[in-house]
């Protein structure tokens, strides 16, 4: 079923708003990174700063949420009933009575269909802007190889790629750099990303998520760190990255897994899927997430019961409308 005539823009509701201290939240330790990767595209959302008042609406609960999703036919009934389009609803951040409050006042089935729903749509958004880049990534591939050369544009935006997936090069355009690129310009199933999600951050509920959109644990170091209650100063002066936006949180996620030596394995597993023309999955790929957790494999077979005790996988044939989209910002109080 086509969703039609939604002539909503933007709006803002009061919704996922959560803070709740754990002494040991999930994900603090999650990471194999030495660093950070903040760089994500400006275009992977729209600045909430560019929005203009009238645009906005101020909506009173979570309840909102539900009649919105109802209006736009995002609903468990429908998902049930097979419809995998879902609608350009960006929720921009959790807030904070998500954790104390609202999450505590609903079912736990209701509490875990909202956070998929308000999640999923990010992560749609991402592995689409990721897709475009391959796009491009792969006609400027066949460019070269047909004529062992490229234009200046095209030169320079893939030297930024190149940066930005973390390839080695010394600036010189090579048939293995394309190689490396065209393994890492890649998506990450929704039942995955998903899955993790709710993992590391508590189904949104931990203070990191609330005071820093932090939806996957990724780790970062210096004085901009979210510090955990319980610190191993062993380790240095690390603490969890906070992000502007559930948005930039769910890229960076993307981005780490993309190109961090830590999931070379996973990137490996969905190379060779594309080339024996099978689906990616998220199943399929968690098992290269060993080095994520300093739990190891029976952190990949948490994930990936988790998964499948939450119905997860056909998330990964998920696909979003060409409806516009609808930006969910949490009111100031």
Known sequence: MKLRNIIISIITIV?????????????LASVASDTLVNTIPQNYMKTVDDLDDSQKYIGGSYKDMLDLFEKLNYTPEAWQAGIREIPRVYLVAVGERWGTTTSKEITTLNKKQLFFRGLAPLILHANELILQDRNRLEKIKTSFQRNNSLSENDSIWILKLVKLYKVKTDDQITEAMFEELWKRVDIIPPSLALGQSATESGWGTSRFAAQGNAMYGQWAWGENAMKPENQRTHLGNYGVAAFGSLQESVSAYMLNLNTHNAYAEL??????LRSNGKKITGMALADGLSRYSEHGESYV????????????????????????????IPAAN
């Not at 996922?16 to 994900?27: D, E, H, I, R, V």
């Not at 990137?267 to 060779?272: D, G, H, L, S, Y």
Request: aromatic share 8%; proline share 9%.
């Open 15 to 27: 919704i996922f708003s959560g803070c709740a201290t754990k002494k040991n939240p999930k994900g």
């Open 267 to 272: 990137r490996k597993i969905r190379a060779n």
């Open 301 to 328: 077979q948490s994930l990936k019961s988790m998964m499948e005790y939450n119905r997860l996988n056909p998330t990964d044939d998920a696909y979003l409308s060409n409806n516009p989209p609808i930006f969910l």
